[in-house]
């Protein structure tokens, strides 16, 4: 059974940087899609950044330029270093994995049947 586990979340100043990591455990698809969603308090999720298993990253427009998604594969975790952080960043961050890697081809969310219990990152001005 597929694990996520995030981690990483804190409150920051404006300006500052955090790297945020999702553990993954009982992993062992070869095509796949990993994504971060964060969700701000009074609003819906949204998509933050995916990489799938050849190594393609996308980014939303909000964070492109200040977010990076990377994974070691090693260590089976996934990361997301969040740079020059505003406070319209301030959220509940998740990650979640589709088996089939159709999400990060334009497909349905609805195909990220795992989801870890998110972290919180808070910025300040």
């Known amino acids: 059974q597929v694990q996520l586990v995030e981690s990483g979340g804190s409150s920051v100043q404006a300006g500052e940087s955090l790297t945020l990591s999702c553990s993954t455990t009982?992993?062992?698809?070869?095509?796949?899609?990993l994504g971060w969603f964060r969700q701000a308090p009074g609003k819906e999720r949204e998509g933050v950044a995916a990489?799938?298993?050849?190594?393609?990253?996308t980014y939303s427009d909000a964070v492109k330029g200040r977010f990076t998604i990377s994974r070691d594969n090693a260590k089976n975790t996934l990361y997301l270093q969040l740079n020059s952080l505003k406070p319209e960043d301030t959220a509940m961050y998740y990650c979640a994995l589709d088996p089939g890697g159709t999400y990060c081809s334009g497909g349905d969310v609805n195909a990220l049947d795992a989801w870890g219990q998110g972290t919180l990152v808070t910025v300040s001005s």
């Open positions: 009982g992993f062992t698809y070869n095509a796949y899609c």
């Open positions: 990489l799938d298993s050849e190594g393609l990253k």
